[in-house]
């Protein structure tokens, strides 16, 4: 296994990989390593997601038949509050119309755009600065999941990473309309 199929397999163990990031690990997960990397992977439980288009590749358990219940999962699978959940859905209906109405590849939000839609779904408080702060807390949560990268020298602007439409999909919205539901009954 040469250099760059290694560098491959230690960015997509950290998270996702975008075709950015290396471009030479990337044409090597792409072109010539992808058959023994997925291998490498799938010992372990685990299955390579690329999306060439789009230029990202990640990880994810592998969903085993009932005789392999027992093994256990090597990714943990994470419960994301409200307001980080809001947030994903927000970015996702964002680079949806971006899609529909550019042909740029990146699809960028200042932080202010996010707190505005944001306040939409938000219950009002008297205290602005501390919601405020709230928000920014969860941006920088979605940043850690990688669903928004900082623009460089631009303050407050990112770009929406293509692989949100991956994570946030028609069932991950079914599901979160069903916890919205959930909420709803609870507050009342």
Do not use: H
């Amino acid at each position: 296994m040469n250099i760059d199929a290694r560098v491959a397999i230690i960015l997509l163990t950290k998270g996702l990989f975008y075709k950015n990031d290396n471009e030479k690990a990337w044409s090597q997960l792409i072109e010539n390593s992808y058959g023994l990397i997925k291998d490498y992977f799938e010992v372990i439980g685990l299955e390579v997601i690329c999306d060439e288009n789009e230029g990202y590749a990640y990880l994810q358990n592998i969903e085993y038949e009932e005789e392999y219940l027992s093994v256990p999962k090597l990714i943990r699978s994470r419960e994301l509050s409200y307001k980080v959940s809001l947030l994903c859905v927000l970015l996702r209906k964002e680079i949806a119309d971006f899609d529909m109405q550019n042909e740029n590849t990146k699809a960028v939000i200042t932080a202010q755009e996010i707190k505005e839609k944001m306040l939409l779904f938000l219950p009002t408080k008297t205290n602005e600065v501390k919601l405020f702060k709230e928000i920014e807390s969860n941006i920088k949560k979605v940043q850690e999941l990688g669903f928004l990268r900082s623009l460089k020298n631009q303050d407050d602007v990112y770009e929406i990473k293509r692989s949100i439409k991956a994570f946030v999909d028609a069932q991950w919205l079914s599901d979160f309309n069903d916890r919205l539901d959930e909420y709803k009954e609870v507050k009342s």
